[in-house]
């Protein structure tokens, strides 16, 4: 799954920061930029450096954006819930431990306040992605192989 899966919300919050960051965001550091050529010598111009520095920074995350978007596939939550899919939540039981866990199964742009992020590029995401309650997936974890049992799947609040 290369392409982003994002809630309405999170499209929505990201369309909103590529706008600012096109528009208002890019007119501060040009003027940013403008002042501090004001002082002089850029070569050794700290102020001037920083802003240009910001500047790339800001263009980075523009592209980031506008190549997220333009992938992206907005989640139908009205759909979703019977199977872990990007958009739900999933509790998940790891063998050898009674807790419960609970992500959020979708991009990393998703920001939850509440629950983190699993990735589906992961390697747990991948495992858990069309499995319902009562299923167990093995994953490669960073040092062993290791087992999940999803206890239950449901939408968000």
């Not at 003027?31 to 111009?45: F, K, M, Q, Y």
């Not at 009674?98 to 306040?113: A, N, Q």
């Not at 167990?136 to 087992?147: D, L």
């Amino acid at each position: 799954m290369s392409e982003p899966h994002l809630s309405p919300r999170a499209h929505a919050r990201l369309k909103a920061e590529l706008e600012e960051r096109t528009t208002t965001r890019r007119r501060e550091l040009s003027l940013w930029i403008e002042r501090a050529r004001e002082h002089g010598d850029i070569s050794e111009n700290a102020d001037y450096d920083a802003a240009k520095n910001e500047q790339g920074h800001n263009e980075a995350r523009v592209r980031q954006l506008e190549a997220m978007l333009k992938n992206a596939i907005v989640i139908d939550s009205s759909t979703a819930g019977d199977v872990v899919e990007p958009g739900t939540l999933v509790d998940l039981r790891y063998e050898d431990d009674d807790d419960l866990v609970t992500y959020l199964v979708g991009s990393i742009e998703e920001r939850h306040e509440k629950y983190d992020v699993l990735s589906t590029n992961s390697p747990l995401g991948q495992a858990l992605l069309g499995k319902a309650p009562d299923a167990t997936v093995t994953y490669q974890g960073p040092k062993r192989e290791m087992s999940v049992t999803v206890v239950a799947v449901r939408l968000p609040d």
